[in-house]
């Protein structure tokens, strides 16, 4: 892999030929870094319904507010 790295290096390339390098560098972190984040939201078990709005019956997240409304409902 190293030999490979110094090929690229050394390699002379036009303008169109680094972006493309560069274009294909950055698509392939991006695509591992969304392969590794969604393994790791998968393996804590996280369900979407469990997160964000809606997450109760009420569609609120289970915790009280300071409002008077719910003020007055205690």
Same mark, same amino acid.
């Given at each position: 892999?190293?030999?490979?790295?110094?090929?690229?290096?050394?390699?002379? +390339?036009?303008?169109?030929?680094?972006? $493309?390098? @560069?274009?294909? *560098?950055?698509? %392939?972190?991006? &695509?591992?870094?969304?392969?590794?984040?969604?393994?790791?939201? +998968?393996?804590?078990?996280?369900?979407? $319904?469990? @997160?964000?709005? *809606?997450?109760? %019956?009420?569609? &609120?997240?289970?915790?009280?507010?300071?409002?008077?409304?719910?003020?007055?409902?205690?």
């Amino acid at each position: 892999m190293k030999n490979d790295i110094e090929k690229l290096l050394q390699k002379e +390339m036009d303008r169109k030929g680094f972006i $493309q390098h @560069v274009a294909i *560098g950055f698509a %392939a972190i991006a &695509g591992i870094t969304a392969i590794a984040k969604t393994l790791s939201t +998968m393996s804590n078990g996280n369900k979407a $319904q469990d @997160v964000g709005y *809606g997450s109760n %019956a009420y569609g &609120g997240n289970g915790t009280q507010s300071n409002s008077p409304a719910s003020k007055s409902r205690a």
